[in-house]
Structure formats: C-alpha cells, structure tokens
C-alpha cells in the first residue's frame, strides 16, 4: 500500500492497510510515519519518485510472513 502524501495528520487508509497485514509506503510529513519500520513499512520523500521506486521494490522483497504478523501486530498496537 502507497500514501505518499504532503501532508496528512493521521491517515486512517495506512491504518486499514496495516491491518490487512500489508507493507506500506509513506512519506515524513504523514502521521502514520510513527507506525512504520523496516519489517513492513518504508518512509520516503513524497515528492521523490525515484526513492518512492526503490522503496516499493524492497517491499515487495520482503517475505509475506515476515510482513503480515509485523503489520497487523502495529496496527493493533495503535491505541486509538
């Protein structure tokens, strides 16, 4: 799953993705940055289609069952 956006507060779509047990993309200036490590997220320049590419490759890259316990285990940590 991709956001990377200019900015958004907490964006309830990467929350819904993580919890689905997906890798996520976002950029710095998204609130659910703060949700995200290396196991199943990548945070990168919004404006940066060439880090934006890298980063989506290594997503893809990473194992299923790596990606999906280490998602939803995020999103379920999120006290909302």
Do not use: M, W
Request: net charge negative; aromatic share 4%.
């Amino acid at each position: 799953f991709a956001l990377p956006t200019l900015y958004d507060p907490f964006p309830n779509a990467v929350l819904e993705a993580l919890a689905c047990g997906l890798p996520v993309l976002t950029s710095p200036t998204s609130g659910a940055a703060e949700l995200l490590d290396d196991r199943f997220g990548r945070v990168v320049d919004a404006l940066d289609v060439a880090a934006q590419t890298r980063a989506l490759h290594q997503l893809l890259n990473i194992p299923t069952a790596q990606v999906v316990p280490a998602a939803r285990g995020a999103a379920a940590s999120c006290d909302l």
